[in-house]
Each structure stands twice: as structure tokens, then as C-alpha cells.
Nanobody, 119 residues
């Protein structure tokens, strides 16, 4: 059973930093693209960072220059370093990954971790 587990969320003051982690476990061949999404109350999830197997990241303009994503293919983990946090970054953050097993590739989601930016 493949699982993605996020950690590292919490409460931080505006301007502060927080580091999220995502770890994949279970039986699979490899992980293709890994992503971070966030979801505001009553809204659809939006992409925060996307990292290919080669480690090259993509960020939307809303977080570019503040958020830094990285991954470790040997450990099947991904991190999101969030700097200069703003109250509008408050959301539930989700890890997502396209994981390949012997038969097919499918997307998996973590359970989400709450990030609250408030003074």
C-alpha cells in the first residue's frame, strides 16, 4: 500500500519560515513528478510547487522567490521550504505524487497539513 505522509505544518508569524516534508512509503518502482498543493477554505486546491524526477522545480508566481521545493529520490521524500510567509498563505498543504508500480502510474495524495500564518 503506497502512502504519502506530510509533516511540518503549524502556526508561524508573518514573515516567518516553515518547512514541510513529504515521505512516500510502500512498494513501487519510482516516483515521477512530485507536487505541493494548498487548499483555502471553500476553494479548489492550487499548485504551489512541482518537481520532476530530475529535480527541476516549477513555482507559480504567487510563491516564486519565497518557496523552495526539493526532493531526494533515494529517500523518496520531498520538502517545501516556505519563507517570508504571509497571512494569505494560510491553508492546508497537500503532497501529491505520480508513482509508478509494475503495472501503471497513478497519483497519490497525502492527508494534508495545516499551515497558519498569523500574529
Amino acid at each position: 500500500q503506497v502512502q504519502l505522509v506530510e509533516s511540518g505544518g503549524g502556526l508561524v508569524q508573518p514573515g516567518g519560515s516553515l518547512r514541510l516534508s513529504c515521505a512516500a512509503s510502500g512498494s513501487f518502482l519510482y516516483i515521477n513528478t512530485m507536487r505541493w498543493y494548498r487548499q483555502f477554505p471553500g476553494k479548489q486546491r492550487e499548485l504551489v510547487a512541482s518537481i520532476g524526477y530530475d529535480g527541476v522545480p516549477y513555482y507559480p508566481d504567487s510563491v516564486k522567490g519565497r518557496f523552495i521545493g526539493s526532493r531526494d529520490n533515494d529517500k523518496n521524500t520531498m520538502t517545501l521550504q516556505m519563507n517570508a510567509l504571509k497571512p494569505e498563505d494560510t491553508a492546508v498543504y497537500y503532497c501529491n505524487a505520480d508513482i509508478k508500480n509494475s503495472e501503471h502510474t497513478r497519483g497519490y495524495w497525502g492527508q494534508g497539513t495545516q499551515v497558519t500564518v498569523s500574529s
